[in-house]
């Protein structure tokens, strides 16, 4: 079965500063890979998403890449600010009917003033 | 569409109680998923269910755990016994309609059991 692997577990970058969070997955069939961003104590909510026929997509000041060759994709986030602090999950899925998210194990994104 | 609706928010039961969770999936929805989430094990997927059948339980922790989705608007996760292990934060999340790829999480049921 997929198997996602995300790195670091926990990230402390400069205020303004960008910072990258990298996950990788195993199973060749996944073709949805989705991130979120959980504040402390609320849900988990999609921030942004990117399908493997597509190398990159980006929404203001995030952007996510992905290299399907490699199995890794990755979350950007460019000048960072104190409200991008949270816990950022990455997942991986095939896109059929009944498919399920297989979730990295998140990381805790710090940034400090 | 308010949302996915969990209650209740919070609960406080001392071990060998009947622990009871409730979630509302957004109209529209044909797919409902139960998370735990822990320090230790982060986000763990119970089980999710398919135009309200189960397709994958394989997450469910032992035979204290269950779920039930009845019909397309509610779905109950009932813990019997309750252990102290078992506190944490459940999540429903439901999938479906025209942003069918997204999962909408409720706000989360913080269980605690003494």
């Known amino acids: 079965g997929e198997n996602v692997e995300q790195h670091p577990s926990t990230l402390s970058v400069q205020e303004g500063d960008s910072a990258v969070i990298k996950c990788t997955y195993s199973?060749?069939?996944?073709?949805?890979f989705p991130w979120y961003k959980q504040e402390l104590g609320k849900r988990p909510q999609l921030i942004i998403d990117?399908?493997?026929n597509v190398g990159e997509k980006k929404d203001q000041r995030i952007a996510v890449t992905l290299n399907k060759t490699a199995k890794h994709f990755s979350l950007h986030i460019t000048e960072t600010q104190p409200e991008d602090s949270a816990v950022y999950f990455c997942?991986?899925?095939?896109?059929?009917?009944?498919?399920?998210?297989?979730w990295g194990a998140g990381t805790k994104l710090i940034i400090k003033p | 569409d308010a949302g996915v609706i969990q209650s209740p928010r919070h609960e406080v039961t001392e071990m060998g109680q009947e622990v009871t969770l409730r979630c509302k999936p957004i109209?529209?929805?044909?797919?409902l998923f139960w998370y735990r989430q822990t320090m230790m094990r982060g986000l763990e997927l119970l089980i999710y269910?398919?135009?309200?059948?189960?397709?994958?339980d394989s997450g469910m922790p032992e035979d204290r755990f269950s779920a039930k989705m009845p019909n397309a608007s509610f779905s109950t996760l009932k813990i019997q016994p309750s252990e102290p292990r078992d506190s944490a934060v459940y999540f429903c999340?439901?999938?479906?309609?025209?942003?069918?790829?997204?999962?909408?999480f409720g706000a989360g049921t913080r269980l605690s059991v003494l």
């Open positions: 999340a439901s999938r479906g309609g025209v942003t069918k790829n997204i999962q909408y």
């Open positions: 109209s529209g929805h044909n797919s």
């Open positions: 269910f398919n135009n309200n059948v189960p397709i994958d």
């Open positions: 199973d060749s069939a996944s073709n949805y």
């Open positions: 990117i399908r493997s």
């Open positions: 997942a991986a899925s095939p896109l059929d009917s009944n498919y399920q998210l297989i």
